[in-house]
């Protein structure tokens, strides 16, 4: 105790004290006297106790006069005096000390057998100056000077006593039978104070120490009340039973039995039971690794339980959930808030998704209210920060995240470790806010890991865990050290705290459970003095046996549940409040912004900067052998930025994601409201890229389509993108696979490796592999190219023609001479009788002769090598030369259309330099050699006895009517409907991408690879075993 | 959000697929106009000429060779035009042009400039589809023949001989007259500005009299396309340049015929090679 704290206790027992009777009798000094040598030593009972006569000298000079003037003087004095004293104790004394000194105070008056009227004046103006609660105040006057029973409020008083008349009277009332002393206790309302007084024949001991008849005690939490012939009083108790339960229904949280194993052969949790109801307040305490974590996640219902069952009034918790939805609630360990949001914006996104129904004003009030309670006030607008670069301090964090449970008010509240990090001072704050949710009739059960003398008093019930997931003790804390010690065989084992100071010894019983053995030499070996079974054994025969309650069937009965605000959105409300959620958050973060925003445009100038090829100092589009290269780089750079936008999203949100699934919000709405983000910011980051790529390289005209493809593509990697983030554990773990899946798009987009260059074996001829078209780089490139060369605002007027141009050129001078020659090397072999190159060649020729479309059908059929003469061959020379000239004078007569065209173009710009210009602006020629594979000098290729046109590929119709086709195909053909390439490709990497977004809906990478675990595990087990065996 | 996306593609993709559509039908109904034609032309063009009818320019740049003239890059078509010409006949006409300049270039052993020109001529004929007319390795040949005159010659000479026979072969004669024509004119303008005292070069003054026949006969071949809008409007042209050596006596010329030529090569030269 303080100096000056004692000090103003003189001083005001100096005040309080009638000094004409103290003349007489003595007590007050007496009284001084024992209060100070309880309390301190010898040389400070002398000390203080001649500070207390001089003060009582002081404050009574005028008592003893007999002038009127003077004591009313002396009166006032005083009771300046007392305000002046209270004053100062205010500013230092915290409420509950307050009612303490008041309580001292009131005992010190007691002693007197007489009170005087100036004293009870002086006392009023005490009680006023203290700022003590009026009811309060006179509610404590009369429990302690008076008799209880004359209180007024009888609400706040409890009895416990044998009578059975008690109970009418209006008291809260405990009956013990046999009891033979009467014990009352009154609730201080405004600081949860309980004072208690006891008559009767009997000794009563509070915390071991023999308690005074009729004299006013307090008690305090973790306290405990013993007389013979009455089970022990314990603080829980009584603060139960002053629970304020008319508002709320009460909960009954009962576990049968359970079990939870991680796999069939390793048990985490082993058999045990529990029983809890509304109020108390549930400490979990373990060594390291002994599954405290797994415990509550088993009692909370996200693990799946192997044996037993756990019900919440009856309702279980595994098969109807939806029954139990707003009742538990749980804060995990880490951290669950968005770093980038102040502490109220995080308080107010989570109360949107929790309270859908609650005006804007109802919500705020809610959160003011929560912020207040939490003690979060200071920090209301600040932002949360990271853990590293800290703006709220660890308890605040660690408030705001139990606050942002607790604002939904969940009958039943889990915490993994509220204390673990914290200050004590922190501690105790977390600690105290906790307890009084019970007060407020919850339930609470945490994990605590070391807690202090004062915490672990906090505590209702304790269970403590071993190795293995092993319960050894459920039952009350105090009697827990009583416990070990007993079962270790310490000497007094009754002695749970100090004496004196009140201080316990909380790592005793962990002590106790996890003590070493020593070696014959002295020293400490690892092997534990009893193992984990033995202590799992003792507690099924001294606890769980003894669970009465497990077959009381009165308790499955079920109850109406607590009712609460809690009511999640629809769908789409879920939807539009995380978007506001993610947008918000993002534009905080002004260095991912900036990053975001900047990475396409500064891309986009360093690839056209360089790429811009200046020869002279005019620059001409069509001569720019760079633009293929640009292509292909736009590409790379789409995919890139897509991925990296996409790869964090949602594996920083896991936990949160977590908790959401805790509260049946929509994954459907998360992931679409992702989605939507990364729509937008591709759709910034593509359309920015494009504008100023575009726009350096001078590529006229086609901004919308490149930025269409571009766009495609960069949400096709944001969607992979999420799926990867969503599937895998790290963030590491993401950065790494970006490359694997960003190297084989670019080697097989067609640019790097040609694909009828690859291995015979994934290799096709006739059209583009199944390795290029898993690849959608390839589909973008092509989209990008065939775009770029086929709808520019030159070669637009044309492409029509040149299609047809090339078509038919090569038919009259590559396709038909070829089959000439066949046909006369037939009739060579035949003539020769070489069988086998004689059906060689008429195989060729009737494989390939139907593309020509002979007048002469049957010509085909007679190409047998039985039917086949010099005859046959005579005919079909005819036809071929025929259809050669046909096909020349076709070739004529579009380049006659082609050159009209020409001219009209020509009258419409004004003159062939205008024309000429037109080329140079949009046609550029590099792209033309790629796309029309000038550098081949293969232009025709057998291929399993079919020719293939291998020139002028975007001229080239493609062979089939399912979509497939060669690489730079100019249109698509499904069945009679043609698509020109860039629309087709582009339509078909949306397709894809929906199918990822399906795969990211369930999660499928996440799954495939626990089953990919799952089966490594049980093959594993299974060895195991059998080595065993 | 997405809805809308799909939708909007499948309007996009719905349009264009009836405009793809409606497009193919077109051509269907010019085919049989072009059959019925087929059955014409076959008949008329059985008798074509397979053989050069002219001396290629190579006699020409040969002859400038001997006298001593010098070898100008400026005189010849800059290789740069190869990409403004977007029609057939000024690619045929410019394709002979190039010839010209080529055969030039070669004789005066010009090698890279040989190699620009015979770039130039291999885009034309490109773009001409000719590419089946001369061998595939042409340039390849060219390049490694480069220090031998006599070989380089034979090469490029193959190669106006291909492309003359193959054009005729498969009725595209007239485009064979106009590439000739090309590379006449385009000797004759070297001839012409080689040197400002032309007319004080004996032999000079040879070679511009001897063009008077390969002339007369070059428009006698083209009357059988006069048709044709570009080759009546061709020989126009030439008969200008051809009435003047009309007015030539025999075995002599004057100055002012010299000249007259020399300007209406000029302006026609440059009417074609724009």
Redesign the interface.
Do not use: A, H, P, Q
């Given at each position: 105790m303080r100096e000056s704290l004692l000090k103003a206790l003189m001083q005001l027992f100096a005040l309080l004290t009638d000094l004409r009777q103290e003349e007489q009798s003595g007590t007050a000094h007496t009284h001084v006297n024992e209060y100070l040598s309880k309390h301190f030593s010898r040389e400070y009972v002398d000390q203080y106790s001649k500070i207390f006569d001089e003060y009582l000298n002081e404050y009574h000079k005028g008592t003893l006069s007999h002038n009127k003037e003077e004591q009313l003087e002396q009166l006032q004095n005083n009771q300046k005096a007392i305000t002046n004293i209270c004053e100062q104790l205010n500013k230092e004394l915290e409420k509950g000390e307050k009612i303490s000194l008041f309580i001292q105070l009131l005992q010190f008056l007691r002693k007197e057998s007489k009170i005087g009227g100036e004293e009870l004046c002086l006392f009023d103006s005490l009680a006023t100056s203290l700022l003590i609660n009026k009811e309060d105040s006179d509610a404590l006057k009369t429990f302690i000077l008076d008799t209880p029973e004359n209180v007024e409020n009888k609400s706040s008083i409890l009895i416990i006593s044998g009578n059975e008349l008690d109970a009418g009277k209006g008291y809260k009332h405990i009956l013990n039978e046999k009891q033979q002393v009467t014990v009352w206790f009154l609730r201080v309302k405004s600081t949860d104070t309980f004072v208690f007084r006891y008559s009767g024949e009997r000794n009563l001991y509070l915390n071991g120490n023999r308690v005074d008849k009729n004299r006013p005690y307090i008690l305090a939490p973790g306290a405990v009340i013993k007389t013979s012939l009455m089970p022990p009083v314990y603080y829980g108790t009584i603060a139960e039973q002053f629970l304020d339960t008319q508002r709320r229904s009460r909960i009954l949280y009962k576990a049968h039995d359970v079990e939870y194993k991680f796999n069939p052969t390793q048990i985490a949790t082993h058999k045990f039971s529990l029983l809890c109801r509304s109020g108390q307040f549930w400490g979990i305490i373990g060594g390291s690794g002994t599954g405290k974590t797994t415990l509550l996640n088993v009692l909370n219902g996200n693990l799946k339980l192997s044996h037993g069952r756990i019900t919440i009034n009856g309702f279980d918790l595994h098969s109807e959930r939806e029954d139990l939805e707003g009742v538990i609630g749980y804060v995990p360990q880490d951290d669950l808030l968005i770093e980038e949001l102040t502490v109220y914006e995080n308080l107010y996104y989570n109360a949107k998704l929790c309270f859908s129904k609650e005006s804007e004003e109802e919500i705020n009030k809610i959160i003011n209210e929560t912020v207040e309670d939490f003690d979060l006030v200071e920090a209301r607008d600040l932002v949360v920060g990271n853990p590293l670069k800290k703006i709220l301090s660890g308890g605040q964090r660690k408030r705001l995240n139990i606050a942002l449970e607790l604002m939904r008010q969940p009958s039943v509240l889990l915490v993994d470790e509220p204390t673990s990090g914290l200050s004590s001072m922190d501690s105790e704050k977390v600690m105290l806010l906790l307890k009084r949710q019970t007060l407020k009739g919850k339930l609470v059960i945490i994990n605590i890991h070391q807690p202090s003398s004062d915490l672990y008093k906090l505590l209702d019930k304790l269970l403590l865990i071993d190795k293995g997931g092993r319960i050894i003790y459920n039952g009350n804390p105090m009697d827990a050290i009583e416990y070990f010690k007993r079962e270790a065989n310490y000497v007094n084992p009754e002695e749970r705290e100090c004496g004196t100071c009140g201080n316990v010894k909380t790592e005793q019983p962990l002590r106790i459970i996890e003590a070493r053995m020593v070696n014959p030499e002295g020293k400490i070996i690892r092997e534990r003095k009893v193992k984990p079974e033995e202590w799992y054994q003792k507690y099924l025969e001294k606890f769980e046996k003894k669970y009465t309650w497990k077959n009381n069937k009165a308790l499955d009965k079920k109850e109406k549940l607590p009712s609460n605000r809690f009511r999640i959105p629809n769908r789409k409300n879920q939807f539009i409040i995380y978007l506001k959620r993610d947008l918000l958050s993002k534009i905080k973060d002004k260095q991912y912004m900036m990053l975001t925003l900047l990475e396409a445009p500064a891309l986009a100038f360093i690839l056209c900067f360089f790429t811009k090829y200046l020869d002279n100092e005019t620059y001409i589009f069509s001569d720019n052998v760079n633009i293929p290269a640009y292509i292909f780089m736009c590409i790379i750079v789409a995919m890139f930025m897509g991925l990296n936008v996409s790869a964090e999203e949602i594996i920083k949100d896991k936990k949160l994601l977590q908790r959401e699934t805790f509260l049946n919000l929509s994954r459907f709405s998360y992931l679409s409201s992702k989605v939507t983000i990364m729509l937008i910011i591709s759709a910034i980051q593509t359309l920015s890229f494009v504008l100023i790529g575009n726009g350096i390289l001078e590529i006229k005209s086609m901004t919308l389509s490149y930025w269409a493809i571009l766009f495609t593509l960069s949400v096709f990697s944001n969607i992979l993108g999420l799926n990867i983030s969503s599937g895998l554990n790290s963030v590491v773990s993401i950065y790494i696979i970006i490359p694997l899946i960003l190297v084989p798009q670019i080697l097989f987009s067609g640019v790097i490796v040609d694909f009828d260059k690859l291995h015979k074996s994934i290799s096709s001829k006739e059209k583009v592999p199944l390795i290029g078209n898993i690849m959608i780089s390839r589909w973008g490139f092509e989209a990008l190219s065939v775009n770029q060369y086929k709808n520019n605002e030159f070669e637009k007027h044309f492409f029509e023609y040149d299609l047809n141009l090339s078509t038919y050129s090569y038919y009259y001078s590559l396709l038909i001479p070829e089959l000439e020659r066949r046909n006369d090397e037939a009739l060579w072999h035949f003539k020769n009788n070489d069988t086998a190159r004689f059906y060689e060649q008429l195989n060729i020729l009737s494989i390939n002769l139907p593309k020509i479309e002979l007048e002469n059908k049957e010509l085909t059929n007679s190409l047998n090598k039985n039917i086949y003469n010099s005859e046959i061959h005579k005919k079909v020379a005819e036809e071929l030369d025929f259809k050669k000239t046909y096909y020349r004078h076709m070739y004529f007569s579009f380049e006659e259309k082609k050159d009209q065209v020409y001219s009209n173009l020509v009258k419409k710009l004004g003159s062939k330099e205008a024309v000429f210009k037109l080329k140079q602006d949009n046609y550029n020629s590099k792209l033309a050699q790629w796309v029309l594979r000038k550098n081949e000098l293969q232009k025709i290729e057998l291929f399993n006895n079919k020719y293939i046109q291998k020139k002028d590929p975007i001229y080239m119709p493609p062979l089939f009517n399912n979509g497939g086709a060669h690489f730079f195909a100019p249109y698509k053909q499904i069945g009679i409907i043609k698509i020109g390439t860039p629309l087709f490709n582009m339509l078909f990497v949306w397709v894809f991408t929906i199918l990822l977004c399906v795969t990211l809906y369930f999660d499928s990478l996440r799954r495939i690879i626990n089953y990919v675990e799952r089966f490594k595990l049980r093959k594993q087990t299974n060895r195991l075993m059998k080595l065993r065996i | 959000?997405?809805n809308f996306t799909?939708l909007s593609?499948a309007i996009?993709?719905t349009t264009?697929?009836f405009s793809?559509?409606s497009?193919?039908k077109k051509?269907d109904n010019?085919?049989e106009s072009?059959?019925s034609?087929?059955k014409r032309?076959?008949v008329k063009d059985e008798v074509s000429e397979l053989v050069y009818p002219l001396p290629t320019s190579f006699e020409l740049t040969n002859m400038l060779n001997e006298i001593g003239a010098a070898y100008i890059l400026s005189l010849s078509n800059p290789v740069e035009n190869a990409?403004?010409y977007?029609?057939?006949?000024s690619k045929a006409f410019n394709l002979g042009v190039y010839g010209a300049d080529l055969s030039y270039a070669s004789t005066y052993k010009q090698k890279q400039i040989t190699i620009d020109y015979m770039s130039a001529s291999n885009k034309l004929i490109?773009e001409l589809?000719l590419?089946?007319a001369i061998e595939?390795s042409i340039i390849t040949k060219i390049e490694a023949n480069q220090d031998n005159k006599d070989a380089l010659i034979n090469i490029i000479s193959t190669s106006f001989y291909d492309t003359y026979k193959y054009l005729n072969k498969?009725?595209?004669g007239e485009l064979a007259l106009l590439i000739l024509t090309g590379s006449w004119l385009e000797g004759l303008y070297i001839c012409t500005h080689i040197s400002e005292d032309t007319f004080n070069d004996v032999n000079m003054i040879k070679i511009i009299m001897n063009q008077k026949e390969p002339l007369s006969k070059l428009v006698s071949l083209l009357d059988q396309y006069s048709e044709k809008e570009f080759v009546a409007e061709l020989i126009t042209d030439l008969t200008d340049i051809k009435s003047v050596y009309d007015t030539m006596e025999q075995g002599s010329i004057t100055a002012e015929q010299i000249t007259s030529i020399t300007q209406k090569v000029d302006t026609i030269r440059t009417k074609y090679t724009?």
């Open positions: - | 959000m997405k799909l593609i996009i993709s264009l697929i793809s559509c497009e193919n051509t010019d085919d072009v059959i034609e087929i032309r076959t990409e403004k977007l029609t057939v006949n490109e589809g590419t089946s595939d498969n009725e595209r724009e």
